[in-house]
């Protein structure tokens, strides 16, 4: 029998633990380890993410299943497991989920809030009192052959894949979006810069095929870093010895989670290994960060190339999304690449957080795996997040301003560069110089001492001549050679 009192006008039922009797709302699901939990770790103020909660369910699923087969769970016991993770899976229950992302114990509480609230469910499934673990039994029926030290790594992995699947659609959208503007902006020509200083001309669809190049190689780094979320210390239990876990079980568990999730995982080789150690997060916090690098490099470029849009450099015109000032009439800010870079700056602190985590595990256990699946959690979602509104609130949008393009080029000093080997370097520089003193353009100083015809200038200073590789070889002093006589 459930022991229950009345406190204050509210039924609680009475639980036990090893710490001793706590009251228990009558109601709730989850039990005495996940409300000490709850008091004892009241960090974040947040919920703990719902693909976390789901890994979970069919991480118990999964076992209760193995644990049936191989003789250590009754048929009935087991399938009302299976139908109380089911209605997790299906988002119910998640409520009941009420342990802080950020613990202590290496995710104990987070285990145990699992094993309560699908104990209590399964006991009422079969007709009882929540709280009757004499029914079924939190640690002995759901957490079967299983402990802590393999359930939460192997949902935290899981999770992650679930996280990455979807950051990934977006990076592709966003691959596929950068490209279409490269062919859009292929045939205009514009000024490069290094080191913001003018340097030789561009085209603007080159500018941008860079940037769709840069991304799809972050996505190659993601799907190589994907992989190792797929090595799983499932039935390795708590220092990857398997004790307490049936033979059978160990061999059907992974496979049976495999059938159950429609995921795919392989048992790691070296358990022990794979128990102690955090490395392959690190590796997918490493390429997640490097994606963040180079999104925010290129929100950068775009807030340079859109700036002013009368006083700086206007090569190209961001969508307008909301009023940038409360003082200034007509301010328009460049307000989705910064929220772009705000994400990265976040996603780079993400990542030194779990590489501290990640080598301050001891000897057979890493317990810092809560504020490692915190951060990465966070750092994916909001990876994924910020490429969503970068592609459909500021990409897609973006138009060039092809007269403003060609102006500055053709105002440029940089362009003497491709004159130079046509025209010599020390003349170039001569040129370059009374360009910048007198502040005449450079083809009307080429054209007034008579270096170049027009004609020869339209060809060297073609776009396509000037931003492929090779120079135009045309008639003139540097190129005109005699021929050899046979």
Request: charged share 20%; net charge negative.
């Amino acid at each position: 029998m459930v022991e229950k009192i009345k406190l204050n006008g509210m039924d609680y039922r009475q639980e036990n633990d090893s710490i001793g009797t706590k009251d228990v709302p009558e109601d709730v699901y989850y039990g005495v380890q996940s409300l000490r939990a709850a008091e004892n770790f009241r960090i974040t103020g947040l919920s703990m993410h719902p693909e976390i909660i789901n890994s979970l369910a069919y991480i118990k699923k999964a076992s209760a299943i193995t644990n049936c087969e191989v003789g250590l769970l009754e048929q009935h016991i087991a399938k009302a497991i299976v139908m109380a993770c089911d209605e997790i899976v299906d988002n119910r229950l998640h409520e009941q989920f009420i342990v802080d992302p950020i613990q202590g114990g290496a995710g104990t509480s987070l285990n145990m809030n699992a094993n309560e609230v699908i104990a209590n469910r399964a006991i009422e499934l079969l007709g009882g009192e929540k709280g009757d673990y004499t029914i079924v039994n939190p640690n002995d029926h759901v957490n079967c052959g299983q402990s802590t030290n393999d359930v939460i790594p192997t949902a935290g992995k899981m999770t992650s894949l679930k996280l990455l699947e979807n950051a990934g659609k977006e990076l592709r959208r966003l691959h596929s979006a950068l490209c279409q503007k490269a062919k859009e902006f292929n045939h205009i020509i514009k000024m490069g810069r290094t080191q913001l200083q003018d340097a030789v001309p561009i085209r603007l669809g080159q500018e941008f095929q860079a940037y769709a190049d840069a991304v799809m190689r972050d996505i190659h780094r993601i799907d190589n870093a994907i992989d190792e979320m797929r090595v799983v210390n499932l039935g390795g239990t708590a220092v990857g010895t398997g004790i307490n876990a049936d033979e059978q079980y160990l061999r059907r568990i992974v496979p049976n989670l495999n059938q159950v999730s429609g995921m795919r995982f392989v048992q790691a080789f070296d358990l022990i290994d794979a128990t102690q150690n955090l490395d392959s997060f690190v590796a997918v916090s490493g390429a997640v960060k490097a994606c963040a690098v180079t999104l925010s490099k290129i929100a950068n470029d775009l807030r340079l190339l859109s700036s002013g849009p009368r006083t700086g450099i206007g090569e190209i015109n961001l969508p307008a999304k909301q009023n940038g000032s409360s003082i200034m009439p007509g301010k328009v800010n460049p307000v989705i690449p910064e929220v772009v870079n705000q994400v990265a700056f976040n996603i780079i602190g993400n990542d030194l957080t779990i590489t501290m985590a990640a080598e301050a595990g001891q000897l057979e256990l890493n317990a810092f795996e809560p504020i490692v699946f915190y951060c990465l959690f966070q750092s994916i979602d909001t990876l994924g997040y910020a490429v969503n509104t970068f592609v459909d609130n500021c990409i897609t949008g973006i138009t060039a301003n092809e007269d403003r393009c060609r102006y500055l080029v053709e105002n440029s000093v940089g362009i003497i560069t491709a004159l130079c080997p046509h025209i010599g370097y020390e003349k170039s520089a001569e040129i370059a110089k009374k360009a910048i003193q007198t502040g005449e353009p450079v083809m009307k100083l080429i054209l007034k001492e008579g270096l170049l015809t027009p004609e020869e200038l339209e060809t060297i200073l073609d776009p396509m001549t000037m931003t492929e590789p090779g120079i135009s070889r045309i008639d003139s002093p540097m190129h005109k050679t005699d021929k050899i006589q046979d």
